[in-house]
């Protein structure tokens, strides 16, 4: 029988509950034995002919477990994705965090096809652009204004451009470590980018109030902003959530000092507040920055600003050819409906919950010590005993994709509106597996 989650056009695991006993669960043909990867191999021996590394960036096979993962991904839908060879996984990535609402979801699909049959890419932006600015503004909180951009990376540069135009300041402050894209000033490789990239940047550590004073007793008549993610979230380390009065004491030292606060909430954005990530804190930024799931898979990124950087933003000259894309802006509305229309984001963490409280029971079983961290909508898990190796995560990450669960061993994991709790306690099952092999790692 075909399973029903993957039904052209079909509401995502809508009928889960009664589907359950019948259709095939994701490791029911790979019973944890050797993952059979042949498609997915030839697809990259191709790519590497012709695309330097085959697959490169943060997708690239070498940052998973190499020949343990597929590098490819065929078919998507709902909270499941297929390999060329046929493997079936719940994800848990989610397309690296932009997958909110679920691969395919029709409202997105819906509001997509309409747009594309109107106007897509065209000489001049589309009335939606106007809708989407109108939409952010209204649920960002201390947000007047919204433009719009194809990255992370390049809202983020955006931002910065902004704040020294607006201060007539060059140095912006950023946590040590934090990603903010693959721009020079931030690149956490420095191939390929002179050391004059980060001549304008200088570093604190996160949640080291004191050490961020300092620097502005240092540089108080340089320092134009402090850029910071909600909480600390780079791969390869635990995620760290900001310190009581964190978050805050930032806030009141840039308006001490008269510099700005750049909130990057592109990772975090949509999965903890729907005003923005700090405002669980309560705190409101100068300038704010969106992507990954603004638009559910579709390629956008947007930055906010209040009123007094409009003339900023207007005085600095950004632009691109697809910045005004107007498909992307129309999956983005009807992301942000159908979040709205779900409770989208209490939902994610509830679903999380049930997920990382899972996790913790499969370890205690297994006799191995784990550390969830992060906000239950982004988690990321850890082995204390690899002491950074990251061994046994590595041991345990390969075996959830061969039993049908994709996740990381480096990178945290991502909670989607389509992950149901069935889907959830179908990958637990597997991860209990996984947990008793990464057991057997003996201590180093």
């Known amino acids: 029988m075909k399973n029903e989650k993957w039904v052209a056009g079909a509401k995502p695991l809508a009928r889960e509950a009664r589907a359950a006993k019948q259709a095939p669960r994701a490791g029911d043909n790979q019973h944890m034995s050797a993952l059979k990867l042949r498609e997915s191999k030839r697809w990259l021996e191709r790519a590497r002919a012709v695309i330097p590394g085959g697959v490169y960036g943060h997708q690239s096979p070498n940052l998973l477990v190499p020949g343990r993962y597929p590098a490819f991904i065929s078919e998507a839908r709902g909270c499941r994705v297929r390999d060329p060879d046929g493997n079936e996984y719940i994800d848990f990535l989610c397309s690296y965090g932009p997958m909110v609402v679920g691969y395919q979801n029709p409202a997105v699909h819906r509001a997509t096809e309409k747009q594309r049959a109107l106007c897509d890419a065209g000489t001049l932006p589309a009335p939606n652009m106007v809708e989407l600015a109108e939409k952010l503004v209204a649920v960002s909180e201390g947000m007047d204004w919204a433009m719009f951009a194809k990255n992370g990376s390049d809202a983020c540069t955006w931002a910065l451009a902004l704040a020294r135009q607006r201060s007539g300041r060059d140095l912006i402050a950023m946590a040590g470590g934090s990603y903010h894209g693959v721009h020079g000033w931030c690149n956490h490789f420095t191939a390929g980018f002179p050391d004059s990239d980060r001549a304008s940047t200088v570093e604190f550590a996160w949640n080291d109030l004191q050490g961020l004073s300092a620097l502005f007793d240092e540089h108080s008549k340089s320092l134009a902003a402090v850029i910071v993610t909600p909480f600390r979230h780079e791969a390869g380390a635990d995620s760290v959530m900001p310190a009581e009065g964190f978050l805050e004491g930032i806030r009141s030292l840039c308006d001490r000092h008269g510099a700005l606060m750049i909130v990057d909430d592109v990772r975090a954005g949509f999965r903890l507040h729907r005003g923005g990530s700090t405002q669980l804190w309560g705190v409101t930024p100068d300038l704010l920055v969106y992507s990954k799931a603004l638009a559910n898979g579709y390629p956008l990124s947007a930055l906010l600003g209040n009123e007094s950087l409009r003339s900023a933003a207007e005085g600095v000259f950004v632009t691109g050819t697809f910045f005004t894309q107007a498909v992307p802006i129309a999956a983005a509305i009807a ?57 046994r995560s590595r041991v345990f990450a390969a075996a959830c994709v061969r039993g049908g669960v994709f996740v990381h061993p480096y990178h945290n994991w991502f909670m989607s509106t389509a992950h149901q709790e069935s889907d959830i306690d179908e990958a637990l099952a597997i991860a209990a597996k996984a947990f008793r092999e990464a057991a057997r790692v003996r201590a180093s």
């Open 335 to 391: 992301t942000l409906e159908e979040l709205e229309a779900k409770d989208g984001i209490a939902y994610m963490n509830a679903i999380g919950e049930r997920f990382c409280d899972g996790l913790q029971r499969g370890a205690d079983k297994a006799g191995v010590q784990i550390h969830v961290s992060g906000p239950p909508s982004i988690p990321f898990m850890t082995f204390p005993a690899d002491a950074g190796s990251f061994e």
